[in-house]
């Protein structure tokens, strides 16, 4: 049974709003990286080189969400999501006991009271639901 048209071309608001909602909150995550990258963090070894991937990946998964052809935003909600996931457990991982391991990544522990802490996690958790959501909504590939 076929869909009308009508339906399938309904939620491309919807669709619209959350591919720039996801952007949004790619290149926060990305600005906080980048900004806690200029104000220290990149002199700390492995840390800063991770800070800054996080930016660039960050400001190209943004990109890849608003140029992306309607066919391919499910695929970039999908990878926009993992990256927010990846970052969100990246810190989780420095900074807290999670999984019973102490918490630290590459021999540096972050304190969930640094510069920004909360309001990253913040972003990387609306970021994982917004372009989750996204890949759920996004029109499927067609074959």
């Given amino acids: 049974m076929s869909v009308p048209v009508a339906e399938r071309r309904g939620s491309g608001a919807a669709v619209a709003l959350l591919r720039i909602a996801g952007a949004g909150l790619l290149l926060a995550i990305a600005g906080i990286h980048l900004y806690l990258w200029q104000d220290g963090y990149r002199d700390i070894p492995d840390i800063g080189n991770a800070f800054m ?37 990246a810190l989780l991982l420095s900074s807290v006991k999670l999984f019973g391991r102490d918490p630290g990544m590459f021999d540096f522990v972050e304190s969930p009271a640094a510069n920004l802490w909360g309001e990253t996690v913040l972003v990387e958790v609306a970021g994982l639901v917004v372009l ?3 890949a759920v909504v996004a029109p499927r590939l067609r074959r």
Avoid: D, M, N, Y
């Fill in 53 to 89: 991937a996080q930016a660039v990946l960050g400001i190209g998964g943004a990109l890849l969400l608003l140029v992306s052809p309607a066919r391919f935003v499910r695929g970039a909600a999908v990878l926009g999501a993992l990256f927010s996931a990846g970052s969100l457990l």
């Fill in 132 to 134: 989750t959501v996204l």
